[in-house]
């Protein structure tokens, strides 16, 4: 089992940064994967970003890429989406992810424990 918090949603100018953060606990950190996720209403849940167990291996949806940086603190137990250059088309609600079956993932069916979401609007 493992417990999964977001943190640090809000609202923000287009052209703002924000950093969201999630806290991770219930089984060794540092054994699995872990990702973002976003959702506006009546569309599908999608990828925006992954790391793997150790932070040396990243994935970004090619609307965030050269964007959002994902980053994993180990001694806190933490992930921290950066988020820059932010536009009004990435509102949406985030979910941070754990995928503790895979040293890395970028499937959203391969995360089985789900944070309650954190709203990110970015007004033009």
């Known amino acids: 089992q493992v417990q999964v918090v977001e943190s640090g949603g809000g609202l923000v100018q287009a052209g703002g940064s924000l950093r969201l953060s999630c806290a991770a606990s219930?089984?060794?950190?540092?054994?699995?994967?872990m990702g973002w996720f976003r959702q506006n209403p009546g569309r599908e849940r999608e990828f925006v970003a992954a790391?793997?167990?150790?932070?040396?291996?990243?994935s970004y949806a090619d609307s965030v890429k050269g964007r959002f940086t994902l980053s994993r603190d180990t001694g806190k137990n933490t992930v921290y989406l950066q988020m820059n250059s932010l536009k009004p088309e990435d509102t949406a609600v985030y979910y941070c992810?754990?995928?503790?079956?895979?040293?890395?993932?970028?499937?959203?069916?391969?995360?089985?424990?789900w944070g309650q979401g954190t709203q990110v609007t970015v007004s033009s």
């Open positions: 992810a754990a995928a503790p079956d895979y040293y890395y993932a970028v499937k959203l069916q391969d995360y089985d424990y």
């Open positions: 219930g089984r060794t950190f540092s054994t699995y994967a």
């Open positions: 790391i793997n167990w150790n932070g040396d291996t990243t």
